[in-house]
Structure formats: C-alpha cells, structure tokens
C-alpha cells in the first residue's frame, strides 16, 4: 500500500493560488483605497471648515489612528457578528480599512485645504466665481497637489496593510502563503515569492507616484 506524503513540495498551482491571492489584495485595497479618500476627502473639508464638524471628526481619526488595525478588524467583525449583522471577510475588512483609510487621508486634506491661501479664494470669488466654483477650480487643485505625496505614502501603507485582514478569514496574499507553507513546509521559498509579489503591486505606485509628484512639481 503506497503511503500519501504528508507534505509535498511547492507546486504550479501553488503559484497560481498566490495569483489569486495577489488578485484579491488588490481588490480589497481598491475598494478601501478609492473609497477611504472620498470620505477622507469630505471629512478634511469639513474639518477644515467647521470647528464642530472638526470636534467631532477627531475622535473617530484618534481611534482609529491610535488602535491597532489587527484589533480594529477583531473587534468590528466580532462586534457585527453579536447584534446578528455578519459581513463576509471581505466586506468587513473593506468597512474597517476605508474608515482607517479615511481617517488619514482627512488629516492630510485638512492640512492642505487650510494650507490654501485665502487671498486666492478671494481673487477667485471676486472675478465672479461662486463658491463651488472657486473650491473645485481653485482650491481643489492647489490641496491636492500638495497633498498627493502623502497621499501615496497612505496608499502603499494600506495595500500592505491588507495582509492584516487574515484574522479574519479573508485569503489574500499573506493568507494563501500561509496555506501553502502548512502543506510544503518551505517557508523561505514561499514568503520570497510573496516578497516578490508584494514588490511588484507597490514599487509601480511608488514608481508613478513620484513621476507624478515631479511632473506636478515643474
């Protein structure tokens, strides 16, 4: 009777499974990446013009930028679970990395909506220009350029920070690796390849992020 070997080495489909893996990462990070600078970008605008809209908007950037993401995603998929609102791991892992999205991103906006000078707002209204039309021609383009370095610093913490997601049962990147070391048993072997992978979804950000930033900069 032929024994089944209890571990077995690294396999195509074990690549493949890692693609899958690198493939839902950058869902996830799509998802908590567009949407967490949409909300970042209202809740900065709002903090920087309202002092209670500020007040408010602090505690919620403090929570989440002082508790660790890990027991941000336990306690929200937990806390779901026991009033009878389960999300799958992917919706839940989306939920809590907009809002820690979000919360940097509004730092960084505020920053640059109160780093605005004011006479240009002025000089825009008074050539006749009303306040929306001030804010998304003037304003707009002035924070965002002086954001967007920071911004992608965020991006790429975030695309790692997915890995994160794990302890909750999502399979990504990080997860399927983990998988794959339980059954091959070749650690060393299978998180390089994960290294890699990892490499090649941020350096091209990182890479274009700073063409960008010296294009915006001529």
């Not at 049962?169 to 059954?183: A, D, K, N």
Request: glycine residues 8%; hydrophobic residues 55%; contains cysteine.
């Amino acid at each position: 009777m032929n024994s089944v070997p209890l571990f077995s080495g690294l396999q195509p489909n074990d690549l493949i499974f890692l693609l899958q893996g690198a493939g839902h990462t950058l869902w996830l990070a799509l998802w908590a990446i567009v949407l967490g600078s949409i909300l970042g970008f209202l809740m900065g605008w709002l903090r920087s013009v309202s002092r209670v809209g500020n007040s408010l908007i602090v505690v919620l950037v403090d929570v989440s930028r002082s508790v660790p993401l890990l027991i941000q995603l336990i306690v929200v998929n937990a806390a779901l679970a026991a009033f009878r609102y389960p999300l799958s791991p992917f919706y839940c892992s989306a939920v809590v990395l907009t809002l820690y999205m979000a919360s940097f991103c509004s730092e960084i906006y505020k920053g640059g909506f109160e780093s605005v000078p004011q006479n240009l707002q002025k000089a825009a209204r008074s050539l006749g220009m009303s306040y929306l039309q001030a804010f998304a021609n003037v304003t707009v383009p002035i924070m965002l350029r002086r954001t967007f370095a920071s911004w992608i610093g965020i991006v790429l913490g975030v695309l790692k920070d997915t890995s994160l997601a794990a302890v909750i049962g999502y399979i990504e990147l990080l997860r399927g690796s983990q998988i794959i070391v339980t059954r091959t048993q070749e650690p060393l072997l299978v998180l390089l390849i994960v290294g890699i992978f990892y490499f090649l979804l941020c350096y091209p950000i990182a890479r274009l992020g700073a063409k960008v930033e010296k294009g915006l900069g001529q």
